[in-house]
């Protein structure tokens, strides 16, 4: 049990630090088409290579759950013949073969894939593109900078990419409109002070401190991040009793909500025994893609209840 649960608060941190409806979030936004685009194009991508695409994918693999999540949005999701093991949204990507994990792909599986294109994000290796590429497997990398900006750059870079730039461009128009009327909502609420749990127990306590950008959402949801005096992911439970928020936002997953209030010290907080111990999907937070919009309004109304 020890073992499974140090598994697990691993792979969160992970896949936090790499930074359930599944239904599509639409606004009636009119967006202005642009003209078809021409191949082939030639795009700059995270780690400043200049990659000419010679005509439209048709064979996409995916190497970071935001990707696939970003094809799923924008239409493309035909595309997708290939994914990472993290990769679990849409549900209907299941029955997609998996290519390895984020930092250790599976080269042999990529190439058997034959894929026109190969779409990476954080924690894909220079050594990886470059064992793809001599391989014949033409790679991006694009990492988002930690802001709602540098997510809908990526959105929209990998719409183009893919010749789905009319619907990256309405849905980077529907997220923003989703984080103005959140942060437009909030405004008038009183403030709350809030913990988010990614680890915790007898392997140490990991939160967002306070030069993430998850900390930064939890500001634009009207919350107070304790661990805001903090840098990195690294906290302790006596701060956490010391600060003793008001409100504690914890994974749904896993049964980390569970084992969270059983747990000595945790369930002495006023947040475990006022009720505030909110389960969300974190999912929707800690990757910077397509649903991050939905993330900032799960934790606006964690933090906020019946009051938002």
């Not at 030069?211 to 690294?234: K, P, R």
Request: with cysteine.
């Amino acid at each position: 049990m020890k073992k499974r649960n140090l598994m697990i608060v691993l792979l969160l941190i992970m896949l936090v630090i790499a930074g359930c409806s599944n239904e599509v979030v639409k606004a009636d936004i009119e967006v202005e088409p642009v003209e078809e685009l021409m191949y082939p194009m030639t795009i700059t991508d995270s780690y400043d290579r200049e990659i000419t695409i010679e005509s439209e994918p048709m064979r996409v693999v995916s190497m970071a759950p935001s990707i696939s999540e970003t094809l799923y949005y924008l239409g493309a999701i035909d595309k997708l013949v290939g994914r990472t093991e993290y990769c679990d949204f849409p549900e209907e990507i299941q029955g997609i073969d998996t290519a390895g994990s984020l930092m250790e792909p599976n080269i042999e599986k990529i190439v058997d894939l034959n894929p026109d294109l190969v779409i990476a994000s954080t924690h894909f290796s220079k050594d990886s593109v470059e064992t793809l590429e001599n391989l014949g497997i033409k790679v991006v990398v694009f990492t988002p900078e930690e802001s709602f900006d540098g997510v809908y750059d990526t959105i929209t870079v990998v719409g183009k990419v893919l010749n789905k730039e009319n619907e990256a461009i309405e849905h980077v128009e529907t997220m923003k409109q989703m984080v103005d009327e959140v942060v437009n909502r909030v405004k008038e609420l009183e403030k709350k002070t809030v913990y988010y749990a990614i680890g915790f127990g007898e392997y140490g306590d990991y939160t967002a401190g306070g030069d993430t950008f998850i900390s930064e959402m939890i500001e634009l949801a009207g919350g107070e991040n304790i661990a805001s005096d903090v840098s990195g992911w690294s906290y302790s439970l006596e701060k956490i009793i010391e600060n003793d928020p008001e409100v504690v936002i914890i994974s749904k997953y896993y049964g980390m909500k569970e084992s969270f209030e059983a747990a000595e010290g945790y369930k002495e907080l006023e947040a475990v025994k006022n009720g505030k111990l909110i389960a969300i999907d974190n999912n929707k937070i800690d990757r910077q893609g397509p649903r991050l919009a939905e993330g900032l309004l799960e934790l606006a109304k964690a933090i906020h209840g019946d009051n938002y």
